[in-house]
């Protein structure tokens, strides 16, 4: 079924199940920032944003957005709790008001669900239990995504609340593609295997492929590249994801804003015995001074695009990494698919660069892949990239990760 989108314009694929009608508040609460959409799930019209910044910290920054207009409010913001009041405050001065709206639920973004979560759940004390026993598998993000929920659940009790993952979309991997070559007990005491990040998107971004090329989704392989500050690919067989780029944590894969993506793992080891390198500090670096600030000098894709195009050795030597790893997972997740009919760009930098496109486009060319210059060039929201004779197709899908969680929680509750 499609459905007709006041957000984009463009008709979004239903993947099964009924939606409820009325909005859905979006929640994704990090550590230090909270950010919220009040999100139409039949139609992905998007009623307000808001992203409130600096919680913990001095100087705490909240902007709302409704019909165009920004609200900006600063105050400082010591906790989750105050920012649910910023929020609360914010809808109720600059609208839509919140009871009158009347949302139908919560959707939390949740980063890791382990293997324990294979879909979205309603949020109980059993899930908060669950969550909490899952932080050691992103300590830097469910901690914040837990204290989002925590709160929500103080300030909204009246409201069903739901968990959606960013490892769910990924638990149909086979076994062959998530499991790691280590021992045993680690996998089986630690639960240390693949678990693939950026769900949501991916999900997305692959039905908007199957309803562009006009094929039903169970007929449509889709490698999916999601670039933003932190990025992944995902071969997508038949609306299933089958293998991705991203593995236990969102550190593995492609090259990102401060990730490095695949490394050797015989690193950590070796930097501990010629630099005596310790575990944190190795974590640390890994997580936010690696990728393209250790390349350029700086985690922005566009940043680092200008000083490349100034001339700057390291931006071009930066540029050149993130083209490679992208070429080389682009071509290893269309041999697991076997059969490739498209390619789609997404996210921050996936959207907005066709430079960075054409460079990998034009590598693929094994592939079956033939880039339309001009159309890559002049891409504004979703646009085919490819030539009409191009046996494979390339797109640029505007992700939109709060519309797919306002989907997954209106289809959980009808
Ligand atoms: P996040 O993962 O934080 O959601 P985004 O999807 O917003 O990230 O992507 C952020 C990245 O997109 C940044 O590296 C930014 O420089 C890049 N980006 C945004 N606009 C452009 C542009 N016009 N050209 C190139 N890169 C861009």
């Not at 204290?147 to 409201?159: M, S």
């Not at 700057?312 to 009919?341: C, K, P, Q, S, T």
């Not at 960075?356 to 486009?361: D, G, N, P, Q, T």
Request: aromatic fraction near 4%; glycine fraction near 10%; include cysteine.
């Amino acid at each position: 079924m499609s459905m007709p989108s006041a957000a984009g314009g463009e008709p979004v694929t239903d993947a099964g199940g009924s939606v409820a009608s009325g909005p859905v508040l979006v929640i994704n609460a990090g550590s230090s920032s909270l950010k919220y959409q009040l999100v139409q799930a039949d139609s992905g019209q998007s009623r307000a944003t808001g992203l409130i910044e600096r919680i913990g910290l001095d100087d705490g920054l909240a902007r709302h957005t409704v019909e165009g207009r920004e609200h900006v409010l600063e105050r400082d913001i010591p906790d989750h709790a105050a920012a649910f009041e910023v929020l609360a405050a914010q809808f109720a001065e600059h609208g839509p008001d919140l009871q009158s709206a009347a949302p139908v639920a919560i959707g939390h973004r949740v980063v890791h669900g382990g293997a324990k979560f294979a879909s979205t759940v309603l949020i109980d004390d059993e899930v908060l239990t669950t969550l909490r026993r899952l932080v050691p598998l992103a300590p830097l993000h469910n901690p914040g995504n837990i204290a989002g929920i925590e709160v929500a659940l103080e300030t909204f009790p009246d409201l069903p609340q739901v968990a959606v993952f960013d490892t769910a979309f990924h638990q149909t991997m086979p076994p062959a593609a998530y499991t790691y070559a280590v021992p045993l007990s680690w996998r089986q005491t630690f639960n240390i295997r693949a678990y693939g990040f950026h769900g949501t998107s991916h999900a997305y971004v692959s039905r908007r492929v199957a309803d562009l090329l006009e094929r039903p989704l169970e007929e449509t392989n889709t490698v999916v590249l999601h670039l933003g500050n932190g990025a992944s690919a995902c071969a997508v067989e038949g609306g299933r994801s089958v293998d991705t780029s991203m593995g236990l944590s969102p550190l593995g894969g492609l090259v990102m804003g401060t990730r490095p993506g695949d490394l050797d793992p015989g690193l950590p080891a070796h930097l501990s015995r010629v630099a005596g390198m310790t575990l944190p500090e190795f974590d640390h670096a890994l997580n936010k001074e690696s990728g393209l600030k250790a390349l350029a000098g700086d985690s922005d894709f566009r940043q680092v695009m200008e000083r490349r195009e100034a001339g700057d050795e390291a931006a071009g030597l930066a540029f050149d990494v993130v083209v490679h790893r992208l070429v080389r997972h682009l071509g290893a997740l269309a041999l697991v698919l076997g059969r490739l009919d498209a390619i789609a760009f997404t996210a921050g930098i996936g959207e907005n660069s066709p430079t960075l496109r054409a460079a990998v486009l034009e590598r693929a060319g094994l592939l079956g892949v033939e880039l339309d210059a001009e159309a890559n060039d002049a891409a504004q929201g979703e646009t085919r990239i490819s030539t009409a004779a191009s046996l494979v197709a390339a797109f640029v899908v505007p992700t939109n990760e709060e519309w797919e969680i306002a989907l997954e929680a209106s289809r959980l509750l009808t």
